[in-house]
């Protein structure tokens, strides 16, 4: 049993990033970084794009498998295993990397999002989408969570077409104005 779970932070306009792919001070916040963190560690696998991979150490020396069009395959570097996701399909990477099954984090970027939310193999795609919002934070130029955000969609309609359904939204950080909303797959 395989479970795929997505985390972001957004700004109100659905971005990730600034315009220059850079992650900006408006979109960290205390309260979002510590439950992020807390849920990367109970995962057995952790999904990034190259960009993100390149923009954020590996301090907690966590197992990364890293989405880019240069890896061979699936192969294994120092810093983490490479994946091509045109060269090897998704179920065969699990069957090699978490054969017993396993919790897997995808903290993102957009490459990871786009691909879990529907272009993996039907039966391996989000399970939850955990997406945090900085309700405060003004990025409209910056980089989308989704490809869709940058084509003027909106977040929770695209979290919605991927068969994803929002609980109850909590605030995090009531001075910040963060809150957060976890998705979850619905019944196809
Ligand atoms: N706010 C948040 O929650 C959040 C979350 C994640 C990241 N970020 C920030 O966002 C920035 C990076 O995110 P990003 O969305 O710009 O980049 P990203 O998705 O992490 O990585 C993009 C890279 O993925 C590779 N790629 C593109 N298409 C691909 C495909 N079809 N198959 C395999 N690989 C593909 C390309 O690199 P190759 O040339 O190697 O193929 C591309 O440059 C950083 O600043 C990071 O800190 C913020």
């Known amino acids: 049993m395989i479970s795929i ?5 957004v700004c109100r306009h659905g971005r990730i990033a600034d315009a220059t792919g850079a992650f900006p ?3 960290m916040n205390e309260a979002d970084w510590a439950y992020f963190q807390a ?3 109970r995962a057995d696998l952790c999904v990034l794009g190259s960009a993100s991979h390149r923009a954020t150490p590996n301090r907690a020396n ?3 498998l890293v989405m880019s ?4 395959g699936l192969e294994q570097r120092e810093d983490a295993w490479w994946w091509a996701p045109q060269e090897v399909a998704f ?7 978490l054969p017993a099954g ?15 939310l529907h272009e993996s193999p039907p039966g391996l795609r989000f399970s939850e989408f955990h997406l945090s919002r900085a309700t405060r934070a003004a990025i409209p130029d910056g980089r989308g969570l989704l490809r869709g955000v940058e084509a003027g969609r909106d977040t929770d309609a ?3 077409e991927g068969g994803l359904r929002p609980g109850a939204t909590r605030v995090i950080d009531a001075d910040a104005g963060v809150d957060l909303t976890v998705y979850v797959a619905h019944p196809r």
Do not use: S, T
């Not at 779970?5 to 932070?9: F, L, T, V």
């Not at 179920?91 to 990397?97: I, M």
């Not at 396993?102 to 879990?116: H, S």
């Open 69 to 72: 069009r240069g890896a061979a």
């Open 39 to 41: 849920e990367l560690d």
């Open 102 to 116: 396993g919790r897997i984090g995808v903290p993102g970027g957009q490459v990871a999002f786009d691909y879990f």
């Open 158 to 160: 695209l979290l919605r």
């Open 25 to 27: 001070p408006a979109l």
């Open 62 to 64: 966590r197992r990364r």
């Open 5 to 9: 779970h997505g985390y972001a932070i």
């Open 91 to 97: 179920d065969e990477v699990c069957a090699r990397l």
